[in-house]
């Protein structure tokens, strides 16, 4: 069975960093693309960031543009994305799924295209 874990998150000051990791388990990333989504409290899930399954193509919300970078190493199996210059605002639990394409956050999909939600990972920005 697709499944993903999710792991880095914590607490972190604002204008802090944070490499979130999104771990593939019993399968081969390779073919897939791969979204990163976040719930904050009170609030709908949404895309935040995909890569293709070759990593030649990226997308990121408005919000975190120039301030996040996703990249895949399939080799390690694994994507991550990297979070700088974090906001308060950014505050959510984290989750990573394989989705069809990665084509705009407008079109990423509001469930896993393969297999399931995992549990997510928490990031708290505050002082």
């Known amino acids: 069975q697709l499944q993903l874990v999710e792991s880095g998150g914590g607490l972190v000051q604002p204008g802090g960093s944070l490499r979130l990791s999104c771990a593939a388990s019993?399968?081969?990333?390779?073919?897939?693309?791969i979204g990163w989504f976040r719930q904050a409290p009170g609030k709908e899930r949404e895309g935040v960031s995909c890569?293709?399954?070759?990593?030649?193509?990226?997308k990121y919300a408005d919000s975190v543009k120039g301030r996040f970078t996703i990249s895949r190493d399939n080799a390690k199996n694994t994507v991550y994305l990297q979070m700088n210059s974090l906001k308060p605002e950014d505050t959510a639990v984290y989750y990573c799924?394989?989705?069809?394409?990665?084509?705009?956050?407008?079109?990423?999909?509001?469930?896993?295209?393969?297999?399931?939600w995992g549990q997510g990972i928490q990031v708290t920005v505050s002082s």
């Open positions: 019993g399968f081969t990333l390779d073919y897939y693309g």
């Open positions: 799924a394989a989705v069809r394409r990665c084509l705009s956050i407008a079109t990423m999909p509001t469930a896993p295209d393969f297999g399931s």
């Open positions: 890569i293709s399954s070759s990593g030649g193509s990226t």
